[in-house]
């Protein structure tokens, strides 16, 4: 019945789309950032075998 009730439940909205807009900006990085991490992580891991590999070459010379 206060003409002034309907207006104090518009401004949290307002409120609300810039603390919604920041949630998505926020899981947006965090997304960005598993993809990095993930792509160095593979190719960490690639490197790795790679390295693996050799010594196992040189290993498997010396023994011959």
């Known amino acids: ?3 002034g009730a309907g207006t104090r439940k518009e401004r949290p909205k307002a409120r609300e789309a810039p603390a919604r807009l920041e949630k998505v900006k926020q899981r947006s990085a965090q997304q960005e950032l ?3 991490q993930r ?4 190719a960490l891991n690639r490197v790795m075998t790679e390295l693996e590999q050799q010594q196992f070459d040189s290993f498997c010379r010396q023994m011959q």
Not at 39 to 42: F, G, K, M
Request: hydrophobic residues 30%; proline residues 10%; neutral net charge.
């Open 39 to 42: 792509a160095e992580i593979y």
């Open 34 to 36: 598993k993809q990095r």
């Open 1 to 3: 019945m206060d003409p």
